[in-house]
Nanobody
């Protein structure tokens, strides 16, 4: 069983910054891609940023130049540094990771989600 635990959400003023963290735990064998998604009220879940095990990154156009995704493979943790925050960044942010874990004696693929953390940008 793989678990993702997020932290770092909260309230920020427009132009401010927040840093989200997401730590994976369980009988992990390897983690491939880790990413952050967000869902604003009344909207669909959308990809914000993703990073591969090799460090390749991708971003939604709406956050390019403002958000930075990074990961610490030794800690099985992914981060999202959010700068120059805007009210439209307000959403619940979810961490996602896929890879391989030991479900029994044989490794099996997993695709796990965190519980979500609220980010509110408001003056």
């Amino acid at each position: 069983q793989v678990q993702l635990v997020e932290s770092g959400g909260g309230l920020a003023q427009p132009g401010g910054s927040l840093r989200l963290s997401c730590a994976a735990s369980g009988r992990l064998f390897s983690i491939n891609t880790m990413g952050w998604y967000r869902q604003a009220p009344g909207e669909q879940l959308k990809l914000v940023a993703a990073i591969t095990s090799g460090g390749s990154t991708s971003y939604a156009d709406s956050v390019k130049g403002r958000f930075t995704i990074s990961r610490d493979n030794a800690k099985d943790t992914v981060y999202l540094q959010m700068n120059s925050l805007k009210p439209e960044d307000t959403a619940v942010y979810y961490c996602n990771a896929d890879g391989t874990a030991y479900g029994g004696t044989i490794p099996a693929d997993f695709d796990a989600w965190g519980q979500g953390t609220q980010v509110t940008v408001s003056s």
